[in-house]
């Protein structure tokens, strides 16, 4: 017999009574004669510590039995073990829970990272329209829009990749007046290219650039990107014709490595097939690469080495080449100067 | 997904490591119920917020502006009842979860006529440029209070305003007083330069000026502390649960402790010590709480209130506290 406390769970009174483990039964006994047992079955551990065991009784809410320490062998032998973890990690033991744990965590983040790539491509184009229009629209006032400078880059385009502003997935590319070099594919096969891309380079290492990007809107990797970025639910905003995102948080969308060296080998063969001299792209991204951060950061974020890919385009220059100037000399003079009449302040 | 088991875990050990009287507490919320409840918010406020992220940009492009700012201005209100029946299910819910001497709380009241109170006292105070916010708060708290029990006994809270008027006061006058101080002190000392002054004591105003800003910034969430911690204190002298009277004695810079504490701890662990925030939270709680009064333990018999089975979920989808 154990002295014991018990809560009958009708009123706050603490009843002091006797406690007899029988078996698979627990008997209770007080002074007065009053007695009760109680199935095995019914009763359930509430709290063990090594100074006392709090019973509690399925059947009956608020009824607590409060057992001194030394019942805990008794406790042990009506119940059985004690719950650690909880009732699914005990059964199959701790290490194999977190395993399995980990795995599925594993599989998610795998399947995150995954699934952008395989639905990329099944994304209308025409649902991107709106919203790439509506970006290159948020640039408006920065946008350069010399005619002639206008055509000389859609030229520069076509001679890279030809018959690529055609049709109605064509591409539509913008020169704006923005003091950073840079140029980024956005939703719906916009590209945009910024204004040191032109006025900083030649039209050669401008076609290597354009090239790139465009593989990139080719490949759907702008669409891959924001699937990763903002998540599935970007697919329903693309759909609903807004996406959410300001135009800065589309220009800054990164790609995977993988993405860029795929976009990479396209610009080399693009360049090749448009017999354009592949060397002032190579040159371009070793002075990007050398160049302060600040400046390169953004075009060089998440790129391979920037001395590896210029490597990539200097390895492809055949000596036995007659290469073919990307534009001809009105038309680069053309898109030097197609941000010449533009001032945002007008 | 496991918080809300791991919330249930600290729970238990928290409550049954807290004595009241000659016994520990007892919490018996489990992971699964505020799981549900964690659905049930979902599965409310998941078509509200769908609403809005495609009707509100359609009307917008469509341009019907104020169609959909007014469409916001419903969402709002929606949102500020909701989270006064958060504040109310939340402490009802806990009420009913905690047991002593194998008696619990709880609560017959739903919290709808509550949360349609919340949602008037926090547009007068809002009118009020929240000057009103004492009176308002006092009422809430007393409202909430009076619908609570634990067994057959009732809380009652019979909260007033009076003394915590000038703290509240404070809160706008503090940083207001201290911008004039600066603008006084960076005049004054451009006026004894007069015109054509060496600009390095130029330089120097505006850094006076720069750091009363900062002040300000500072001296508005101090001075709020400094009327919680008087507001808590009130609050726990005017509340009573049958015969037993409660009394709270944190100050104003054990609040502010506790909370650099709070923030120390986790700079310090690189976030790892945000773990332990729950504890330290609750033993400040509990070491500041006291209680006084007599307590007849056989007439405390077993609360008849019926105890909800969904938990504290839109409390959590707030991120409001219960009390």
């Known amino acids: 017999?154990?002295?014991?406390?018990?809560?009958?769970?009708?009123?706050?009174?603490?009843?002091?009574?006797?406690?007899?483990?029988?078996?698979?039964?627990?008997?209770?006994?007080?002074?007065?004669?009053?007695?009760?047992?109680?199935?095995?079955?019914?009763?359930?551990?509430?709290?063990?510590?090594?100074?006392?065991?709090?019973?509690?009784?399925?059947?009956?809410?608020?009824?607590?039995?409060?057992?001194?320490?030394?019942?805990?062998?008794?406790?042990?032998?009506?119940?059985?073990?004690?719950?650690?973890?909880?009732?699914?990690?005990?059964?199959?033991?701790?290490?194999?829970?977190?395993?399995?744990?980990?795995?599925?965590?594993?599989?998610?983040?795998?399947?995150?990272?995954?699934?952008?790539?395989?639905?990329?491509?099944?994304?209308?184009?025409?649902?991107?329209?709106?919203?790439?229009?509506?970006?290159?629209?948020?640039?408006?006032?920065?946008?350069?829009?010399?005619?002639?400078?206008?055509?000389?880059?859609?030229?520069?385009?076509?001679?890279?990749?030809?018959?690529?502003?055609?049709?109605?997935?064509?591409?539509?590319?913008?020169?704006?007046?923005?003091?950073?070099?840079?140029?980024?594919?956005?939703?719906?096969?916009?590209?945009?290219?910024?204004?040191?891309?032109?006025?900083?380079?030649?039209?050669?290492?401008?076609?290597?650039?354009?090239?790139?990007?465009?593989?990139?809107?080719?490949?759907?990797?702008?669409?891959?990107?924001?699937?990763?970025?903002?998540?599935?639910?970007?697919?329903?905003?693309?759909?609903?014709?807004?996406?959410?995102?300001?135009?800065?948080?589309?220009?800054?969308?990164?790609?995977?490595?993988?993405?860029?060296?795929?976009?990479?080998?396209?610009?080399?063969?693009?360049?090749?097939?448009?017999?354009?001299?592949?060397?002032?792209?190579?040159?371009?991204?070793?002075r990007l690469a050398k160049e302060a951060p600040e400046f390169s950061a953004q075009f060089l974020q998440s790129h391979p080495a920037s001395g590896q890919r210029a490597q990539k385009f200097a390895a492809s220059f055949d000596r036995r080449e007659q290469y073919q100037p990307a534009l001809s000399r009105d038309d680069a003079d053309a898109l030097f100067d197609i941000c010449r009449n533009h001032s945002p302040h007008q | 997904m496991y918080r809300f088991w791991a919330t249930a875990r600290q729970r238990r050990y928290l409550w049954s490591r807290t004595h009241v009287i000659d016994d520990c507490l007892e919490w018996t919320g489990t992971g699964k119920e505020m799981f549900l409840g964690f659905l049930i918010v979902i599965a409310i406020l998941a078509p509200f917020l769908l609403f809005i992220q495609f009707v509100f940009p359609a009307l917008l492009a469509r341009g019907k502006a104020e169609a959909a700012f007014g469409l916001i201005f419903l969402f709002e209100i929606a949102l500020i009842y909701l989270g006064g029946f958060a504040r109310f299910r939340a402490l009802r819910y806990r009420l009913s979860r905690s047991w002593w001497h194998g008696i619990r709380g709880g609560s017959d009241d739903p919290g709808w006529n509550y949360a349609g109170e919340y949602l008037g006292r926090i547009f007068l105070a809002a009118v009020t440029v929240w000057i009103a916010w004492p009176g308002q708060a006092t009422h809430l708290w007393n409202s909430r209070w009076d619908a609570m029990s634990f067994g057959p006994l009732e809380f009652r809270a019979e909260l007033d305003s009076e003394g915590l008027g000038w703290r509240w006061a404070l809160v706008y006058l503090v940083p207001i007083g201290l911008l004039i101080a600066a603008a006084v002190l960076a005049f004054g000392i451009i006026g004894s330069l007069g015109a054509g002054a060496d600009p390095l004591p130029r330089a120097s105003i505006a850094a006076i000026i720069g750091l009363m800003f900062v002040v300000a910034y500072v001296a508005i969430p101090l001075m709020t502390l400094n009327w919680y911690a008087a507001y808590f204190r009130k609050a726990a002298e005017a509340t009573t649960l049958g015969e037993i009277g409660f009394g709270f004695d944190a100050t104003t810079m054990q609040w502010l402790g506790l909370f650099l504490g709070n923030l120390g701890l986790a700079i310090v662990t690189l976030g790892f010590g945000i773990t332990y925030w729950g504890y330290r939270n609750w033993s400040f709680m509990v070491r500041h709480l006291h209680i006084y009064g007599s307590i007849d333990v056989s007439k405390l018999t077993q609360s008849t209130t019926h105890a909800p089975r969904e938990a504290e979920g839109f409390a959590d989808a707030f991120d409001v506290g219960a009390i």
Request: charged content about 20%; overall charge negative; aromatic content about 6%.
């Open chain 1, 1 to 286: 017999m154990i002295a014991a406390k018990l809560y009958d769970g009708v009123t706050a009174h603490p009843h002091d009574v006797r406690v007899a483990f029988g078996h698979q039964c627990l008997t209770l006994e007080q002074d007065g004669g009053w007695s009760d047992s109680v199935e095995a079955a019914q009763l359930k551990r509430i709290e063990v510590s090594r100074a006392s065991i709090r019973l509690g009784r399925s059947d009956t809410p608020g009824w607590r039995l409060l057992l001194p320490g030394e019942a805990a062998e008794d406790v042990r032998t009506l119940l059985g073990r004690e719950e650690r973890y909880g009732r699914w990690i005990d059964r199959v033991g701790l290490i194999p829970a977190l395993a399995v744990g980990a795995a599925v965590t594993a599989s998610v983040v795998a399947f995150g990272y995954v699934a952008p790539a395989w639905i990329a491509p099944h994304v209308p184009m025409s649902w991107e329209r709106n919203v790439g229009g509506a970006i290159v629209a948020d640039f408006g006032e920065l946008r350069c829009r010399d005619g002639k400078g206008q055509q000389a880059l859609e030229a520069l385009v076509e001679r890279v990749s030809p018959g690529a502003t055609k049709g109605p997935n064509g591409i539509k590319v913008a020169a704006l007046d923005v003091p950073m070099f840079n140029a980024a594919a956005l939703p719906g096969g916009y590209i945009v290219v910024f204004k040191p891309a032109i006025t900083e380079t030649d039209p050669e290492a401008l076609a290597g650039v354009l090239a790139h990007e465009i593989a990139h809107v080719r490949r759907r990797h702008v669409t891959e990107a924001l699937l990763r970025e903002l998540g599935i639910g970007a697919l329903i905003r693309l759909f609903s014709g807004t996406i959410g995102a300001n135009a800065e948080q589309i220009v800054a969308l990164s790609y995977t490595r993988s993405n860029e060296a795929q976009a990479d080998s396209d610009a080399v063969r693009s360049l090749q097939q448009a017999n354009i001299d592949p060397r002032p792209t190579a040159a371009l991204f070793q």
